[in-house]
């Protein structure tokens, strides 16, 4: 019977090994695919590569930067090491080596080792041999798979390091589809979140309500103990509470209690800065995310976690998220008080109007008109017995109409100016301006006509200004600014006189205020003491 030659064997024992360890590769990649849970793969994995490469014993740990943890391992026999599964990272160890070098490494034997310290470990574990390869996740060392042999036996095969670098690459490949899926549930969770948010703030409930689902939701996600939404009310250093939540036994701050900031905290410097911020203060991580309402920085969203558990990061940015329905949910609030106040001082003001109006008629044209009805009615009776005082009492009655004439047209002016009707904003507001007891420069750059709303609405901001001009600012001269871009009809009325006016309810800067946001836009008023008044309006102009 013929013998089989050294090289035949050699090369069937090669293509053996290389089947087996296909075989092997195969099956943990399986594993893989199927998203077998972290402890479940590792072990699986520890098992075949201790058997693919003859090893005694097998283990994958996980590197923190600090330490290094046992998450799976497999011995040959019952053999183990010590009690303690995490080690200090450090030394001279095949697990050192490895993640110093972010490459595969190899120790053949004791006298590869570069301390005494390190070689007495290994005689103390009984080890011969080792071979150790990186578990690389996003680009990082995540941890370490090893074989060993203990004393006695050979060293691995030359190479073998480098096969056991694949079964690494499957064992991060599983890592990182574990940490995908855990991404993917934690958002999938903040997105389930965020809508149950977003509903109760479409359907209009209380923002406290509101805020305390926000602060309840954002408490969960972030694994905080302690979350506050707070209020910048003008005073330094000092910020009052809408809500808060906590999850400690104690009871959190309640709405409307101050606090005080670490003035140069993440709070502190999310409302200087407007934007999102994390920082270490107190023992504690702190994230923050400006709460920006109706285009005014007015708070902040906070979450705190003990200083031993930072944020991962981005954590602030999607804080944002929670901060910007916070913040919606609060405007839409004060939108709708803001609505119910002005249509209730629209009511007033039409009531206002309509009895100034009744008045002004029964004390003016009114009067007149019956007067000229009595003249007419004695005229009339005393026509032929008296015809030269009948020619009187008609003249007299002619002169009345004339008055009573006079009278509506002077009311019907104060209601909306024929002028403006007839020839637009350029004529009315000159006509206007020529009335003032002081200079008016108007400076009018708009030729062409404005919609009739957008007209009224800029004449009545300059009327109303040089009205309240006349009677309060004791002023000497004032300019009237109009102008179009982007969109907007843009009135500026300016003063130089002493300043300090102020919108308050029924004066007649709220009216106009009322006036131009019913046509989508807005007043602002600019009046310190001392410095005169600039009233601005910036009026929607429709196609």
Request: no cysteine.
């Given at each position: 019977m013929a013998s089989i030659s050294d090289p035949a064997?050699?090369?069937?024992?090669?293509?053996?090994?290389?089947?087996?360890?296909?075989?092997?590769?195969?099956?943990?990649?399986?594993?893989?695919?199927?998203?077998?849970?972290?402890?479940?793969?590792v072990s699986a994995v520890a098992s075949e590569i201790g058997r693919l490469l003859g090893a005694d014993t097998a283990a994958a740990l996980r590197f923190d930067g600090e330490t290094l943890q046992v998450i799976g391992d497999w011995f040959e026999d019952d053999r183990r090491f010590e009690a303690s599964r995490t080690y200090t990272y450090g030394g001279d160890t095949i697990s050192a080596r490895v993640i110093g070098a972010a490459a595969p490494a190899r120790i053949d034997s004791a006298d590869d080792l570069r301390s005494d310290f390190a070689r007495d470990r290994w005689a103390q574990l009984g080890i011969g041999a080792s071979l150790g390869a990186p578990i690389v996740v996003e680009g990082e060392v995540w941890g370490v798979v090893t074989v060993s042999r203990f004393a006695g036996n050979p060293p691995f095969d030359s190479g073998a390091e480098h096969r056991l670098a694949d079964f690494a690459g499957l064992v991060a490949q599983a890592i990182a589809n574990a940490e995908a899926r855990r991404e993917m549930a934690a958002l999938i969770e903040e997105q389930s979140a965020l809508r149950r948010i977003a509903t109760l703030v479409a359907g209009g409930r209380p923002p406290q309500e509101v805020l305390a689902e926000v602060t309840a939701q954002v408490g969960r996600l972030f694994d905080a103990h302690a979350v506050n939404i707070v209020e910048w009310q003008g005073v330094l250093d000092e910020v009052a509470v809408m809500c808060a939540w906590t999850a400690d036994p104690l009871p959190p701050p309640q709405a409307g209690d101050l606090l005080r900031p670490d003035p140069k905290g993440t709070i502190a410097s999310t409302l200087e800065t407007g934007h999102a911020q994390r920082s270490t203060e107190s023992d504690a991580w702190v994230i923050a995310a400006p709460l920006i309402i109706n285009g005014t920085l007015r708070g902040t969203l906070s979450v705190h976690r003990a200083a031993d558990h930072p944020f991962p990061n981005g954590a602030e940015a999607r804080l944002r998220s929670f901060a910007d329905l916070a913040a919606h949910s609060i405007s839409n609030d004060q939108a709708q008080e803001e609505l119910r106040a002005s249509r209730a001082r629209i009511v007033n003001a039409g009531d206002t109007a309509r009895q100034r109006l009744e008045r002004n008629l029964h004390d003016g044209a009114q009067q007149r008109l019956v007067s000229v009805s009595i003249s007419l009615r004695v005229a009339l009776a005393r026509l032929a017995a008296d015809p030269e005082q009948s020619r009187e009492l008609l003249t007299a009655a002619a002169d009345e109409l004339t008055h009573a004439l006079q009278d509506l047209r002077d009311l019907a002016r104060g209601l909306h100016p024929a002028i403006l009707s007839e020839h637009g904003l350029r004529p009315a507001l000159e006509a206007l301006t020529r009335r003032a007891?002081?200079?008016?420069?108007?400076?009018?750059?708009?030729?062409?006509?404005?919609?009739?709303?957008?007209?009224?609405?800029?004449?009545?901001?300059v009327a109303e200004s040089l009205t309240n001009v006349t009677k309060y600012a004791k002023a000497t001269a004032v300019t009237v600014g109009v102008r179009c871009s982007d969109g907007f009809a843009h009135v500026e009325v300016t003063d130089d006189g002493i300043g300090g006016a102020r919108v308050a309810e029924g004066s007649g800067i709220r009216g106009l205020?009322?006036?131009?946001?019913?046509?989508?836009?807005?007043?602002?008023?600019?009046?310190?003491?001392?410095?005169?008044t600039t009233v601005r309006a910036y009026i929607p102009v429709a196609d």
């Open positions: 064997r050699r090369e069937a024992d090669d293509l053996g090994r290389l089947l087996n360890e296909q075989a092997a590769l195969r099956r943990v990649a399986t594993l893989v695919a199927s998203g077998t849970a972290e402890t479940e793969l007891p002081f200079p008016v420069t108007v400076d009018n750059e708009v030729a062409e006509r404005l919609p009739a709303p957008v007209e009224a609405a800029a004449y009545y901001v205020a009322d006036r131009v946001e019913a046509l989508g836009g807005r007043l602002e008023l600019d009046s310190r003491p001392g410095h005169g």
